[in-house]
């Protein structure tokens, strides 16, 4: 299970040394001009003539230890199912998360029927602290009974890009229930179940770059507001603070010498249920230029099965990226009232990480 980590001195054989290693050769790549050109267009780079550009450069896949268990949350559709698949037919044991029971099944069902066996199946609306509860039991009590193996990575792929305000049972915003504080409860519920070394991922959004890191806005919609609500920016919002609260929550895994670390990632523009209700006229102008599901699930996939790393990166196209191209740096007092926002919201204390 999840240990704290006793820094080898043997490089060699230390696994954080590997994965560092991998960072570093791809940090230092260097980009062709017109590599860096389409890519600073955001428009030639999200969309799949970007995913194709920057497959051809792709890293090795690593390889796998032959005992990893990944939870995907929101894996019924979208990203979450091509991801699900992904690693199934890699020889990856998946757990999937699902809020539908019917959908859930439906997907279960026609992974088995591709892949030849099929993944375990848990319900739970990530935005019900009390579901989360009883599904972390669940899963912890397969784990200690020999059912599923350890947690070697957890990816928080469930999201929601609302038209209308609504509230979860906490009395938050819709997405910073789902993408926020459900995520941070299933994580500590979950914390003694992970493997020795393991991995958190945040499925973030290129939509972040254009939200700031604000704790007051994310807070200001309320049963009583008044205020016009824009979804479209409170999923931004929400994705922005994803990317912040992984990296807090890597230093404070880190801190507390727990051998897992903490990642976000975004897909590019992905063709999933969710952009073409959430976003219809983004979806009608760019439907022959968006990328597939499984062309938004491979860098996660990679990302997934890395050997364990020192630091926490924003990730894009199998490759660590600047989350900070549009706007300034979060001071660290807006970065300790997100955690304070995201424990409280979830039941947690402060130092739950101990």
Known sequence: MSQKNNNSPNKQHDPYY????????????????????????IYFSFDASGFKRHALKKPTFPPLQGHEHVIVTGANSGVGYALTQRLMMRGVRVTMICRSAQRGIAAQQSLKAHCGNEPALYLADITDLNQIDKVCAQIKTAIEVGQLPPITCLVHNAG???????FTMTGHELT??????????????????FSDYAR???MSSGGMYFAPLDVEAMLRYTAH???KFDGVFAYA?????????????????????????VQSIHPGWADTPGVESGLKNFHTKMSKKLRTSDQG???TEWLSCLPPLDSSYFWFDWAP?????????????????????????ASLSRDWIS
């Open 160 to 166: 929601f890009l609302p038209q209308n305000l609504s």
């Open 237 to 261: 919002l929400s994705k922005r603070a994803q990317v912040e609260l992984a990296k807090h929550m890597h230093l404070q895994l880190q801190k507390h010498q727990y051998t897992i670390d």
């Open 321 to 345: 990226r600047s989350p900070y191209l549009l706007g300034k740096r979060p001071t660290q007092s807006t970065i300790d009232a997100l955690w304070t926002m995201v424990c409280e919201g």
């Open 200 to 202: 958190i991922i945040f």
């Open 176 to 193: 910073v229930g789902a993408h926020l504080i459900g995520p941070t409860r299933m994580t500590a519920k979950l914390l003694s179940s």
């Open 297 to 299: 699930a491979q860098p």
């Open 18 to 41: 590997t994965g560092t290693q991998i960072v570093r050769r791809l940090e230092q790549r260097q980009r062709s001009f017109k590599d860096w050109l389409l890519d600073t267009s």
């Open 225 to 227: 507001s008044k205020q």
